[in-house]
């Protein structure tokens, strides 16, 4: 089975842009998190996504939003972008039951300039 | 305020030996550890889980132990392999909230031939 996969895995912005992160998860899981890690902060979590519906969120800014499709892939989007959000951002997928356990992809490097 | 800490940072230790990784909470809601390990420009790897119902959770040369009355969870690797050289992190969710993983800062284990 081929495990989550994360596009692209490296990406360029600068200050004020937006950028759109791609997650596949693995065939069959309906639940992908996203998560934040930075040096500072550690990991951080962003968002769940379960059918479609965001069934809980982490204490990030607005700016930092998500979706997931009928095909359970997800994507996240971050506008407006900031120094601060340079980071690996990492999508984990489970099956999206209360103890399944989350599989995570390689992740997005994204670097704001 | 961090919920769940690994309070070293890192851990050197001989092939052979055993390594032990501790991690302690505060969220007395948590009922469910996960350990994930974590190579440089990679997502974390899922290692091993336990429940709160159990105190021990054994998947061959991994270990973890929970202790709910001290909040402290452990692992152990047992024998320790220069191939275990990575950065370990606890994570722990509420079963009100469990597809949000809150994890600790990480521990760098070192294995030395």
Same mark, same amino acid.
């Given at each position: ?113 | ?47 091993? =889980? ?5 105190? &021990?959770?054994?998947? $061959?040369?991994? !270990?973890?132990? @929970? ?25 722990? =969710? ?5 597809? &949000?993983?809150?994890? $600790?800062?990480? !521990?760098?284990? @070192?294995?030395?031939?």
């Amino acid at each position: 089975k081929a495990g989550v996969t994360q596009t692209p895995r490296y990406l360029i912005k600068t200050r004020g842009q937006q950028v759109t992160l791609s997650c596949s998860p693995i065939s069959g899981h309906r639940s992908v998190s996203w998560y934040q890690q930075t040096p500072g902060q550690g990991l951080q979590f962003l968002f769940e996504y379960f059918s479609e519906t965001q069934r809980n969120k982490g204490n990030f800014p607005g700016r930092f939003s998500g979706r997931q499709f009928s095909n359970s892939r997800s994507e996240m989007n971050v506008s407006t972008l900031e120094l601060g959000d340079s980071a690996l951002y990492l999508c984990a997928s489970s099956q999206g039951e209360t103890t399944d356990t989350q599989y995570f992809g390689p992740g997005t490097r994204l670097t704001v300039l | 305020d961090q919920q769940v800490k690994q309070n070293s940072p890192s851990l050197s230790v001989q092939e052979g030996r055993i390594s032990i990784l501790n991690c302690d909470y505060t969220n007395s809601m948590f009922d469910y550890f996960l350990w994930y390990k974590k190579y440089p420009a990679e997502g974390p790897t899922f290692l091993i =889980s336990i429940s709160s119902i159990k105190d &021990k959770n054994e998947d $061959g040369r991994f !270990t973890v132990f @929970l202790n709910k009355s001290a909040k402290h969870l452990s692992l152990h690797i047992v024998p320790s392999q220069p191939g275990d050289s990575a950065v370990y992190f606890c994570a722990a =969710s509420a079963l009100d909230s469990s597809y &949000k993983l809150i994890f $600790g800062s990480g !521990t760098r284990l @070192l294995v030395r031939p």
